[in-house]
Nanobody
């Protein structure tokens, strides 16, 4: 059993910063990929950023230069530093991890519970 717990959302003014965290616990051997998605009201969920176990990162065009994703493998934790926030960044942010357990199967995808990020203008 694996659980992802997010923290760090909230209300911030445009131009401000927030840092999201997501920690995984349970039967974990490795986590090849960690990432973040978000969903704005009445919009589809979209990928924001991802980081692989070797450190390679990728970002949605809308957040490049403003958001930074990082990971701490010792803590099974992924972070999303969000700077220069805009009203369009408002939404529920979900962490996602592809986690390899002790069995023989491939990594399984797990989602966090979501944390609300609201940007006021």
């Amino acid at each position: 059993q694996v659980e992802l717990v997010e923290s760090g959302g909230g209300l911030v003014q445009a131009g401000g910063s927030l840092r999201l965290s997501c920690a995984a616990s349970g039967s974990i051997v490795s986590i090849p990929v960690m990432g973040w998605f978000r969903q704005a009201p009445e919009k589809e969920r979209e990928r924001v950023a991802a980081v692989r176990s070797g450190g390679m990162t990728n970002y949605a065009d809308s957040v490049k230069g403003r958001f930074t994703i990082s990971r701490d493998d010792a803590k099974n934790t992924v972070y999303l530093q969000m700077n220069n926030l805009e009203s369009g960044d408002t939404g529920v942010y979900y962490c996602v991890m592809d986690i390899k357990g002790p069995g023989l199967g491939p990594p399984q995808r797990y989602w966090g519970q979501g944390t609300q990020v609201t940007i006021s203008s």
